[in-house]
């Protein structure tokens, strides 16, 4: 069939035709339609289901000649031998336009409407410090200032900065521990002295044994397994229960946590963590008899609604609200799985109607990968950053000051130079985002069809392409340009379409500003 509705069908793809959508996780296979595919979003399983692979998935293909598949239930479809084929409940397929672009907005005001808000303005305008990597598992209210003040001292621009895990004596018990951190509400008074805001790190768990799992189990607020019993779930710390977001108390009781360390704290907001889908199970059983697991991961990404300043990894569906996300922790590597993951990711999350996005943290995220390092690449350090910068948030945890020479920290801050100066852009880009539901990053079909191929490039509105340097010790890469005349950074004129050898100096991030005349719509 080439359209309509039901819980088993296929079609026949179209000359050309590619596809994106479905799981960030996969971004590296799209535009699907040039090899063979499948995935079902129900599940999370094996690669899909490590910390690299769990990010956000919603129940939406977007083809580059304008169709759209889409349901309100999670999905299984395939691509191969020129078909698509797709099972799942209510699965329907039907035309937007005859564009990647047109398609997209066709589903977003269709199915995901933008909400008219943005996250916090402070996630954009400066860097986000997150502490994890600097201090893992060991923060505390001195190493925190100190961490600050030193970022501040060496020239860093004032932002927001994260506190991450183990601020608190236990999961689920959400106040300060108080013998890393005497006098949190000084901290935070001191870091808002500094101009920076502050975040903690949350996540839907509750450790056994404590006297909140005893508490919440009581009260009937915790997920139950198959068999009935409270669920003791493994995850990347260990065992933990989870609260059942599906109870509206369970949802209050977090809430009344997270309002009351901002009212006797000060802090700004919270890092949302886990809630994967692959923390679920079909057989759990919750207030809500028919729930599955993508329901509770998209209840914990509704808790963040009530806070401005906000971050998740994981996420299932929720286009258009204003929540931040973030790209699932990156290893320190060149290649698809490190730095090249970082524009198709980016990419996707803004086609799924996440246009509020950050590439993880600049040098890496992945913890074991990052403390099992024999030192740091500073080349990659610095090109990262360069992604970064052109994203519409950008996050540091490793401190330049301390892992960088003078050469290598002086193309940072060149990079956060460049940011300054195209700030007006991004955050107009992110003011338009939240009206019309576009990506601020965008991939180069967006605008310019026959360039579905091209991953290592991307857009910043229709007239504004970005080529960073993606490869260990690059000095030169090729850049795709679309037809019309383009000015790049150093003020030289070139017309396209053409394919063109651009400079790639440490310091150097390769812009090409389309002129007005040959703008498209």
Known sequence: MSSGTGSAWSTRLEPGERWWGGAVAD????????????RDLAFHTGRAASMRGANQSAPLLLSSTGRIVWSDRPFAFSIAQGRLEV???????????????????EASARYFPPAGTTPARELFTGPQYNCWIEMPYTPTQEAVLTYVRRLLDEGMPPGVVMIDDSWSPDYG????????????????????????????????????????FRSLEHEGLLLR??????????????????????????VAWVRGELDA????????????????????????????????????????????????????????????????????????SWGEDGIG???????????????????????????????????????????????????????????????????????????????????????DLVDQAAVTG??????????????????????????LLVAPALEQGARTRQVRLPDGTWRDDRGELLTGPAVITAATPLDRIPRYSRLPSGRRA
């Open 225 to 250: 397994d198959g068999t009935g019993e409270t669920a003791i779930r493994r995850w990347w710390n260990g065992y933990s229960a989870l609260l059942d977001l599906t109870n509206p108390a369970a």
């Open 261 to 332: 360390l901002v009212e006797t704290t000060g802090v700004d907001g919270f890092k949302f963590d886990a809630g994967d889908v692959h923390d679920y199970r079909a057989d759990d059983r919750t207030a809500e008899p028919l729930a599955e697991p993508v329901d509770l991961c998209e209840a914990w990404a509704r808790i963040g609604l009530n806070y401005p300043f906000n971050e998740y990894r994981a996420c299932w569906k929720m286009g258009g609200q204003p929540l931040a996300q973030r790209l699932a922790d990156k290893p320190p």
């Open 341 to 427: 993951s970082l524009i198709p990711g980016l990419v996707v999350q803004g086609l799924g109607g996440h246009p509020f996005t950050c590439p993880d943290m600049i040098g890496g995220g992945e913890i074991d990968a990052m403390s099992g390092a024999a030192g740091i690449d500073q080349e990659f350090f610095v090109r990262y950053a360069q992604v970064a910068a052109l994203a519409p948030m950008m996050q540091f945890s490793l401190s330049p000051a301390r892992v960088l020479d003078a050469v290598h920290r002086g193309a940072v801050h060149g990079a956060l130079a460049v940011r300054e100066q195209l700030l007006p852009l991004i955050l």
């Open 27 to 38: 971004s590296r296979h799209m535009p699907y339609g040039l090899r063979p595919f499948r």
């Open 438 to 463: 576009e990506p601020v990053v965008r991939h180069m079909a967006y605008h310019y069809p026959g360039m579905e191929d091209v991953a290592d490039q991307f857009l910043l509105g229709p007239d």
């Open 173 to 212: 018990t959400w106040r300060f521990d108080p013998t890393r951190f005497p006098d949190p509400a000084a901290m935070v008074r001191r870091l808002h002295d500094w101009d920076c805001c502050i975040m903690l790190w949350v996540v839907p768990f509750v450790s056994p044994d404590s006297a909140v």
């Open 87 to 105: 099972r799942g409940s209510d699965v329907r397929l039907s035309r937007g336009g005859s564009t990647l672009r047109e398609a997209f907005r």
